[in-house]
């Protein structure tokens, strides 16, 4: 095979690399740094510290998180916070750190451990509704 071929070759391929690539990178969402349609209940919340020993400062906090249509919750980190959520009513679709993205509906649940950095929206057209647990230091 001549040097021209192997180059026009490579060139192509290049091309090819370059173009879904980028089309991978102009498609992703930047991650929000404000949240917007978004409600928190007030919470209910236990001192663990009074429950175990060894959790002192710590609470076990409920809360129910109301997302409007094109609602948006920030991005943010569950370090030293882990949690867990059940999607009430509606479809929420929740960004990972690293590109994941998963689509959560009414009846779903999933945890968020200390590598969770995400970030939320609703692009229902009805309010979506998640019971949100954690653990949290006030």
Do not use: C
Not at 76 to 90: D, N
Not at 110 to 133: F, Q, R, Y
């Amino acid at each position: 095979m001549s040097r021209k071929r192997v180059f026009g070759i490579g060139a192509g391929l290049f091309g090819l690399a370059l173009a879904f690539g980028l089309g991978v990178a102009v498609g992703q969402q930047a991650a929000p740094t404000e949240s917007k349609g978004v409600r928190f209940s007030p919470p209910t919340a236990l001192d663990l510290g009074e429950e175990i020993d060894g959790v002192a400062g710590r609470q076990l906090r409920l809360r129910v998180v109301t997302l409007e249509p094109g609602g948006v919750v920030a991005l943010h980190s569950h370090k030293g916070r882990p949690a867990v959520a059940y999607v009430h009513q509606g479809t929420l679709i929740e960004h990972r750190e690293g590109g994941s993205v998963a689509e959560h509906r009414e009846g779903d649940s999933w945890t968020e451990g200390k590598d969770t950095l995400h970030w939320a929206e609703n692009t229902g057209d009805k309010p979506a509704m998640v019971i949100a647990v954690d653990v949290f230091k006030p």
